[in-house]
């Protein structure tokens, strides 16, 4: 069994910085791609943040310059590290990760618990 667990989130003023983090444990054979979703009241969920096993990024538009992804394959652990927050960027953070839990099984996507990440003053 896969889970993924996220720490970091909170309350924090506009123009602060807050750090995600996101561990991987149990049955896991490999990783690809990691990232972080985020949902707001009322919106759909959207990408935030992607990266590759081998540390290619891609970010959404509006947090690009202020965000930035990072993994350590070692831990199968993926950051975010969040500058500069504006209060559009409160929201519940989602930790995903593609996941081959067997060598001998389809990888699948897996999705954490979610960290509430608020921003105001």
């Known amino acids: 069994q896969v889970q993924l667990v996220e720490s970091g989130g909170g309350l924090v003023q506009p123009g602060g910085s807050l750090r995600l983090s996101c561990a991987a444990s149990?049955?896991?054979?490999?990783?690809?791609?990691m990232g972080w979703y985020r949902q707001a009241p009322g919106k759909q969920r959207e990408l935030v943040a992607q990266i590759s096993r081998g540390g290619s990024t891609n970010y959404a538009d509006s947090v690009k310059g202020r965000f930035t992804i990072s993994r350590d394959n070692a831990k199968n652990t993926v950051y975010l590290q969040m500058n500069s927050l504006r209060p559009e960027d409160t929201a519940v953070y989602y930790c995903?990760?593609?996941?081959?839990?067997?060598?001998?099984?389809?990888?699948?996507?897996?999705w954490g618990q979610g960290t509430q990440v608020t921003v105001s003053s």
């Open positions: 149990g049955s896991i054979f490999s990783i690809y791609a």
């Open positions: 995903n990760a593609r996941i081959r839990p067997k060598r001998w099984l389809s990888e699948r996507d897996y």
